[in-house]
């Protein structure tokens, strides 16, 4: 389905650490995979620097209004409110009950699942940093839990890493559930149907999937959306006892902290917004901007691949030929895979590339995937098909995708009809041959009730500095929509990390400088800096 991998991709760009580690079993229900985050200061790059653009060189720094030099203050006792238990190595765990419906407190509560890692320092403490790895419908606690191997020792000297899984995600409750298994829904399906019955599966399965979410969830659907998770955000900055509270989003977190630093502009004192999306693009511009961006990242892998003899796939420096035959040749005839399971599919075949291009370090899984596959053996694009729907070893899935879904769906307002998404397929494929070959449309939102309540226009007005980070390699998120974001925003200011991955926190020391800088002593760089 074209659509939900291309906003799975707005999640995806794997998270290296927090949730593969070898240090220790993952803490909660939400692995996740929405940021690519390189957690070695320097990795990928030999030197660091910043080099401004289209800028003034001569030109000092600016500094936010808010004092930087607050440090060292206590930390206020919310345990009444959060009930806070250990959790090891300076984590604490608990929960935060929060309305259904801000509007109407008898509707009843949700339970947020919150995880909070305490400043190293407590004489340099200066706050709590709210932390959100994209999605939606990936939780964050574990970016608190996990917060030594994704931040920087001088964010986490600074400030209580405090993550949480927002509504209808992980382990907070109730949770969005829509199936059981996802091969049914997203395995089989042809994105290139020969004749109407064919065409006709792929809406039925559509109208079966969204239907039991909206059924299974109908009384939270009108309230899960990102307006609601921005006002869970003033939530739970209240209930920690701060006026005002730092923020750092990735990937679909840069539109949750743009709204709700739109919503709740006194309360901001910084803001990050790491891989983010165009806030106002609609439905199809969205999908669109995804879709070329994968394209891109796509083209360059395979260029890497016929230039480089020791390629796995590079077929005699034609690898962008022999790629193109081996997804005709699967879009023919289904690749077996391992026992029990479906055969890989075209659609499988480009949800498994969509998840290597999030970050360079899955190109080598990914060559060795596709040269298999065209040995007739489907288990390496099967693997990284189910890395994408967060597939676990025993079978089951966790919510991910049914929250992903479903939030995307009530935070937009149109609904396409069959054949108004049949009608934009065109236009996906011409934009992106390789990546979006489907002829029909995906009728993504198309069967959902319709939205009461979809994401405010973001401003950002009143909330001071928003940093705005943007990767000139992202599939995920193109730099151009960051730079829409930053635009989008009253006082937007872009960082341009030169990588090819989805988000640039960690990319090299000067991201991390540059980010760190802003965060803790709130020294805004100058618009359009690059990070090389």
Known sequence: MRRSLLVLALPFALLAAACNTDDGPVATGSNDNSATVTTEAGAGSTTAGTEPVDTDPSTEPTVASTDPSATGVPMPDSSAAFGWAEFGQGVETGSLEVPIDYTDPSKGTIDLYVSRHLAADPTKRIGS????????????????????????????????????????????????????????????????????????????????????????????????????????MDAIREALQEPAISYFGFSYGSELGATWATLFPDTVRAAVLDGAADPNADF?????????????????????????????????????????????????????????????????????????????????????????????????????????????????????????????????????????????????????????????????????PEATDPRVAVTGAGAGPILVVGTTGDPATPLSSTENMAKALEQGVLLVVVADQHTGYGVNQCSYDTIDGYLVELTVPDDGVRCE
């Open 284 to 448: 199809l511009e969205s999908g669109l901007q995804q879709t070329a961006g994968f394209e891109k990242s796509i083209a360059t892998f395979l260029a890497r691949c016929s230039d480089d003899s020791d390629c796995a796939f590079n077929n005699g420096g034609d690898a962008e030929g022999a790629f193109d035959a081996l997804m005709a040749g699967v879009d023919e005839q289904p690749i077996p895979s391992e026992p029990d399971r479906a055969d890989v599919t075209r659609a499988m075949a480009l949800t498994g590339v969509a998840q290597a291009m999030y970050s360079e370090s899955f190109w080598p899984e990914l060559e060795q995937a596709l040269a298999d596959g065209q040995s007739g053996d489907g288990s390496g694009l099967l693997a990284l098909y189910d890395s994408y729907y967060q597939r676990q070893p025993d079978g089951t899935y966790d919510n991910s995708l049914e929250a992903f879904q479903t939030i995307s769906c009530m935070d937009e307002v149109e609904r396409l009809t069959v054949e108004q998404d049949d009608a934009t397929a065109a236009d996906y494929t011409a934009i992106a041959p390789r990546f979006a070959p489907g002829t029909t449309g995906t009728y993504f939102c198309t069967f959902y």
């Open 129 to 232: 940093l709210l932390v959100n790895p994209g999605g939606p419908g990936f939780g964050g606690s574990d970016f608190a839990v996990y917060a030594e191997q994704i931040y920087s020792e001088t964010l986490l000297e600074h400030f209580d890493i405090v993550g949480w899984d927002p509504r209808g995600t992980g382990l907070s409750e109730p949770a969005i559930d829509c199936v059981d298994d996802y091969d049914l829904y997203f395995a089989g399906t042809d994105i290139t149907p020969d004749d109407q019955a064919e065409r006709q599966e792929l809406i039925d399965l559509a109208d079966e999937f969204q239907t039991a979410c909206a059924t299974k969830n109908a009384d939270v659907l009108q309230y899960i959306g990102t307006n609601n998770s921005a006002r869970d």
